[in-house]
Structures are given as structure tokens and as C-alpha cells.
T-cell receptor, first 116, second 112 residues
């Protein structure tokens, strides 16, 4: 069974459209993340949720809105897509039990978004 | 603001060679450092995690070291194989449950 799964794997859409990417983890983790990997392969954090609460919100346009219906899901909704949004988006999850527990972040396979 | 740099950007070696990948970070107040592997079109696979209090971690042919005071980590790969070809990413975490700050990666090619 896949630990962190993202859908869809590929997403091709026109500029101006609204789209969503879904992420689910079956690891029982309480923290989930969205990262963006640009054309230069550089990975940067976008958002982090802990127990359905937003804890990290980097400087991301407000066209990007994460939604966490429960601990196991963190979806990413993008409004009014722009050419510059084309990238690979990775979801990740980890446990977060305090300073004594350095848990690994597990990543999904990524969603390759192409905006035309 | 934490910045992570990886050298070299790309490395090509013949099969069987031992090799070292380098990672440096600007703020030594880190919680842990992780090395990941990324295959083309795939997600990231965690290879090794070193806590800030540790100096090294080993897994099979991989050995990662951490020198927090100088802001450096190395990933040593022994007896490289073509299957080791991938991009290797270094990432630091500053507090538990916080973001990972990634380097730009080293693209490794091991030639048969």
C-alpha cells in the first residue's frame, strides 16, 4: 500500500482554470506538507498542517489554498492558474511528537502540473 | 534565513568508485539533516537522517556525517553501482515538525 499518495500524477490545464491536487497518507502521521519543485529542480516548502491546523504558510500567492478535512488528507486548490505555476508539487507527511522525536518526512510521488 | 548548498551539481563516475557528496548550510542551529534520493519522475526517498546531536549515520553502503558547527554534511557512497544513479538531495530541519530546507541536489551518474 502506498504510504503517501497524490492524485493526479499529471495535470495539464489552460491558464485561468482552477484545479485541485489531492493528497492522502495512511501512516497515521499528524503533520502534512506541500512542496513545490520548480524547473530547476529546487524544492521549496509551501504549506504545513499539523492536526488539520495551518502551521507553515510561506510566501505563496493566495490563489493557492490548502485544505485539510482530516489528519490523513491535505488537498491543494489553485485558482486562476498561471504559466509560472507549472512545476512538480510534492505532498509529504511526518510525525511531530516534540523535540525528542526527529521523524522522517515521507514524500508522495509528485503531481506534474503543466499550465498552457 | 537558512540556505543549503550542494556541491557538485553533477557527478559522473565509473562503477565501483567510492564517492562523496557535499552539503553545507548557513545556520548551524538545526534539528536534523536528511539525505534523500530522487529518481526521474519519482518522489523522494529518505536515505539517512542525522539528528543534531549525532555525528554520523550508516545504512549499507551509505554513510552520512554531520559537522554542525561548521555547517557541513557529507554523504559517502561506497562501491558505487549503476543503480545508484539518481539526484541526491540534502535537507535541514530547524525544529521538530517544521519545514525542510533543501539544497539543489547533486545529479549522480554511475557508468557501468
Amino acid at each position: 500500500d502506498t504510504a503517501v499518495s497524490q492524485t493526479p500524477k499529471y495535470l495539464v490545464t489552460q491558464m485561468g482554470n482552477d484545479k485541485s491536487i489531492k493528497c492522502e497518507q495512511n501512516l497515521g502521521h499528524d503533520t502534512m506538507y506541500w512542496y513545490k519543485q520548480d524547473s530547476k529542480k529546487f524544492l521549496k516548502i509551501m504549506f504545513s498542517y499539523n492536526n488539520k491546523e495551518l502551521i507553515i504558510n510561506e510566501t505563496v500567492p493566495n490563489r493557492f489554498s490548502p485544505k485539510s478535512p482530516d489528519k490523513a488528507h491535505l488537498n491543494l486548490h489553485i485558482n486562476s492558474l498561471e504559466l509560472g505555476d507549472s512545476a512538480v508539487y510534492f505532498c509529504a507527511s511526518s510525525l511531530n511528537l516534540g523535540q525528542s522525536s526527529p521523524y522522517i518526512q515521507y514524500f508522495g510521488a509528485g503531481t506534474r502540473l503543466s499550465v498552457l | 534565513k537558512q540556505e543549503v548548498t550542494q556541491i557538485p551539481a553533477a557527478l559522473s563516475v565509473p562503477e565501483g568508485e567510492n564517492l562523496v557528496l557535499n552539503c553545507s548550510f548557513t545556520d548551524s542551529a538545526i534539528y536534523n539533516l536528511q539525505w534523500f534520493r530522487q529518481d526521474p519522475g519519482k518522489g523522494l526517498t529518505s536515505l539517512l537522517l542525522i539528528q543534531s546531536s549525532q555525528r554520523e549515520q550508516t545504512s549499507g553502503r551509505l554513510n552520512a556525517s554531520l559537522d554542525k558547527s561548521s555547517g557541513r554534511s557529507t554523504l559517502y557512497i561506497a562501491a558505487s553501482q549503476p543503480g545508484d544513479s539518481a539526484t541526491y538531495l540534502c535537507a535541514v530541519q530547524e525544529t521538530s515538525g517544521s519545514r525542510l530546507t533543501f539544497g539543489e541536489g547533486t545529479q549522480l551518474t554511475v557508468n557501468p
